[in-house]
């Protein structure tokens, strides 16, 4: 992969103080390619966690800030002001700081899901941004490149009419009531409708997956039937969401996504089937995927390995295939593809990273799903909620 | 496992000539562990087919029928006629020889669905056999040995309160219209609503990860919700089966039934987790399992190995762990119990063999699921087809 | 798989009573397919024991023999005498009945080693049989389907020439010293030099693994370098084998094979790499091989799947890929296979089933390796022992 | 991981222009966890490739220097000059600059293997570096996660006493003779013994593999038994290695390493098995390792999951396990963990990472090995050459 060191963007944070997971992630990301560098930070509404974050951080003292209005005021002044905002807080935080920014003129880097209602998610996207402020969600795993090359294959026809989508996203970590300990703060805003919304396990972990189906096949979802369910006595969210999907044109799918299937740590996997070929990917072993065409021996990818044409798919390796690279590089992947964008030199990788818009399926997929469920398992389009 | 070359069960066989696949399987089951002798058979109601088929396999001239009735009559006039019956015929096909043969006191061993409607399965299990003869019902899979293991992991409480069930059988020779070629007997008959019944891969496959979820985990089903779908242009039957499934106590599942997903073989596949721990096992691979205690590592039994208090996954166990046993031992094993059973030392089997009553339920779960597809997806219990 | 049932080959066995691991093996084997009828047998030298062994499985009293010589005798003079033994002893006790049968004109199935010493086998390579009777070494890896395959690929040069050749056969059962308690038959003779022969591991699974590549690569040896080890206090024989392999045109390759290594249960591999291409195959997985063309994705074939022009490995396939066959299938099939070729229909298998010739060579493998160990690793040409 | 954006390392590079893969590793290692700023280079000797090189990374142009003398005096005598440098030239020029910056008080991490000979190495090794400045060798597999844990485990005695150690790198990059095409400059030095030293395989990718079960198993070496072959015409170092070993107190090992192993990307594979359990890492899917005590279920540890006791293996995981890490977090950790021995914060550290002793014990692993393949596999200890 190219570096840019000579051209790094100035970025800005807004939550992910000492101790946040994807604060962390967000920041290892921007990092790794080396064409951003961190100058200012809302780490914190509480000013000590943020001032030691900053500190920690290596922010000057002057760019450490408690208030996302006042970094954005202060910073669109700045001649060295941030270019680019990461917005890492948790889900019902994301629409203020995303709007401010954008009215700023600074890009937007946002954790998903887009916003914690539907209705933040639709005026979020009617926002006119200043100076062509650009917004990037970071459904993450579309940076792995076997998920681009899947999209590619699916483009080229290689699976021919695409028939059957199997996604699903198990994990364990909330087999037990962790969010009641007091202990796990990740857990506790996960599983709070005021800071998640509507969606639990839906809105964590199934919109990864459902966004990973959209971004490999590019079908458009008609409805879902969805059973939602919370196994943990006193969670208020769901923790195991069982979905069944239509698709124009007439494909079927099948989501699931739980977060007390024991044994499983982050077990996200998408399986296409046409009428002439099939992919099956996995999360945990990222570098391989499955392609096997009708009537002919399975083939078993590899990251960067031996297969002709796919242009997306091999311009995010950035070493050998054989040695592994993981969900950092693929973060990274969405971090330095929008460097490039901002830049003016990504014209490449437009049509690639996740938007607004496909916040907004987020959404529609999350309450569709949640409406559905509640009303017994009702087909429920998405263009009805 | 014991060899009882000396009391050896006399057997014959309804349908099954020459060229077919599952009335091979069947003998080949029947003399793996050498507990039957094949002395009688109605191969085909072809003559020549039947006479042709009935030498090849070394039956005596006066035991090769053409009929199914003679084969009863004459065989239970016979003071060395035979104590069992193998029936392999198309699903429609099943209920008459059943009826015959265990009104004429014979044994029967039946492939699977139990037959082409409900109202036939229903009469079957009202029928009063005679001298005590017996039915089974060839769910082979749960011949497996670490089936048995799961199941009695989940008796021991091994996985506490099940909540989620996860059960798939994708293949994919269906792709193309092979039966619509003429060619391809076995995928005729298949996809014949006149031989095979209401549904299509959810009777021929589906049935098969219905019964094994129900055998390993005991529950029973309060209600489906199903969209089945044909993809092929001109196909008769479903060839994709989603469905979503709730039991008796709160647990939900999924299956999933596919005999259009390029780069499936024969993928049944379980998954299973409760409150404590999970199991996962794959057909394509079957001397292996993974069994998960919460918060601990992953394990991977193996068939025959090191685990404790496993009687019933042992007793079906031929060879060490590590050199692989497959499809036909676990078949052979269903014969082999069933073979102690009739000769009456089958004590520890009783229990462990599907029978007449897993038949009905195969067949509600089918006429449930079409009726709850045709209903638009409506969650349909069991009880009421 | 055709079935000949009325054409049973009438077979004796020696050795194999009542709980002996390997002679049951063989009787499944000699059942599974149907060309064999079990009606002879010198199960022990033990008269309770042979007359229990032989009454369980069904063998009438005046064919129960103590002693093989008089069995070779009684049987060759019946008009309904077997046709063909099977040899199930201790390696030592392998040379004296196989020599008895062959020179009474019945065909000799017989366990590997062929011997417990090289001038053993290499006088059995030089007895005149009577009548053309045969002679099948078990070498039961090589009835895998997917080896049988393998041997195509290389012979028709998809591989293009060899280069590396890496063979292993770990095992972890003798870990801890069994064979020392008393209460594990199977491991005492195993472990001794007077029952064995000169090599423990080597000679129970590393003959295994070098007949393996042998059958696979058709290339000769040339010379081995070796360092066999003892690791368990106490024990007489090697547990542990590590060899350097040098082979006829230049190819190299490596063996171990080990009975302490923890976690392995029967971890037979095979691994052959050329200028073309390379496969892998595991036995403990063994419905499935993969098979790279250089510069290519790497295949998953699968045991009758699909790729073209491979007939000896379709001759061997009962049922569809995707339902997996195992170890007693494939020993079936040596058994299936010789029995086509005593009935004079089986040219297709001539040059594919182990012979004598293998035996000797499998013997000069083990001293050659016992030497070169002996000799500090110095290269010993197999020619030479 | 903590953050140390405050306490940037000032780093300079030696090797590393544009186009060069592992100059780019390193660089992408220094930044990933933010411990390190790059603001200086020697990037290659032709000053235009130096200068462009230098620019694209954003280094001042006084601090782009075209002789690693020059940058060595110059930056120790700027206030603000480097800490620590990078040496990721050929082998050949490893020891010049090596030599300079150590005697210059500049920490150095170096490329493996240490230098082109062990005349080299071993004149390194005595070299006084200036105010402690410290030497890091990346031997980069040495910072995955579940090597630090096997490691721990090993230590632990978790595998009671070492009994067999197999240690395997195949590849398969050099079957065919790309360095004869002008076009692989990678490909060219490394079959060059001017600039490889007297080792192509051997030096290139078995050196990893043997640093790595030295570094998980502690063992010392006594003797190598090797066969080194140069299986593509007109190559003139090794393209396969077979090794056998024997180490202090008994245990042995084979080593096996490829470039002409069809179908391996980078298939690093250690496997150590003692008289208590066993454990076995691929590098190509380096988050998972298995784990088993003797006489029970194999487990499948994973990284940063559910196994007590391993501070070791935990403090350099940076996301939840089942999230993949791979490469390039497993070299950043060598990076990470070399910078706070040098903040001096990183007593926790001490004895993790390679050093210049482990560069002289690889080179003497290469030219024994070497010096036995030359000797027909004669036993040679490690302390002779």
């Known amino acids: 992969m190219a570096e840019n060191g000579a051209k790094r963007i100035r970025l800005g944070m ?139 294959l699916v483009e080229s026809g290689a699976l021919g009419n695409i028939r059957v989508i199997q996604a699903e996203y198990p994990q364990d970590w909330l087999t037990e009531a962790v969010e009641q300990s007091g202990n796990a703060p990740g857990a506790e805003w996960r599983t709070d409708p005021a800071r998640s919304g509507a969606g639990g396990a839906i809105g964590d972990i199934g919109t990864h997956a459902y966004n990973l189906l959209r971004f490999v096949t590019g079908l458009k979802t008609e409805a879902v039937s969805a059973d939602l369910t919370s196994f943990v006595p006193g969670r208020k969210l769901d923790d195991n969401v069982h979905i069944m999907l239509r698709f124009e044109g007439g494909a079927r799918g099948m989501l699931w996504a739980s977060q007390v299937a024991v044994g499983n740590e982050n077990g996200l996997q998408l399986r296409v089937y046409g009428d002439k070929g099939g992919i099956e990917w996995r999360q945990d072993n990222p570098n391989y995927m499955w392609f096997t065409e009708f009537g002919k021996p399975k083939q078993l990818l590899t990251r960067g390995g031996s297969i002709t044409g796919a242009p997306a798919s091999t311009m995010n390796v950035r070493i050998p295939s054989g040695h592994p690279e993981g969900y950092l590089e693929a973060f990274a992947t969405l971090y330095t593809q929008f460097a490039a964008i901002i830049r003016g030199d990504g014209a490449a990788y437009e049509g690639l990273l996740p938007t607004l818009q496909d916040g907004v399926e987020g959404m529609e997929f999350i309450n569709a799903s949640v409406k559905s469920s509640q009303d017994d398992g009702k087909w429920t389009r998405l263009s009805d909620v």
Chains 1, 2, 3, 4 share one sequence.
């Open 14 to 152: 807004v939550g992910g103080g000492t101790g946040a997971f994807i604060g962390y992630v967000h920041r290892v990301a921007s990092r790794l390619d080396g064409d951003y560098e961190l100058v200012a930070g809302a780490l914190s509404s509480r000013p000590e966690v943020a001032r030691e974050s900053g500190r920690n951080l290596g922010l000057a003292d002057d760019r450490i800030y408690t208030s996302y209005e006042e970094m954005a005021r202060a910073e669109a002044a700045r001649p060295d002001g941030i270019q680019a905002v990461s917005i890492v807080t948790p889900n019902h935080m994301h629409f203020g700081p995303a709007k401010a920014f954008l009215e700023a003129g600074i890009h937007v880097i946002c954790d998903k899901p887009i916003t914690s209602t539907i209705e933040d998610a639709r005026k979020l996207a009617e926002i006119k941004s200043k100076n062509g402020a650009r917004f990037l969600l970071t459904h993450n795993y579309t940076g792995y490149p076997l998920i681009r090359q899947a999209r590619e």
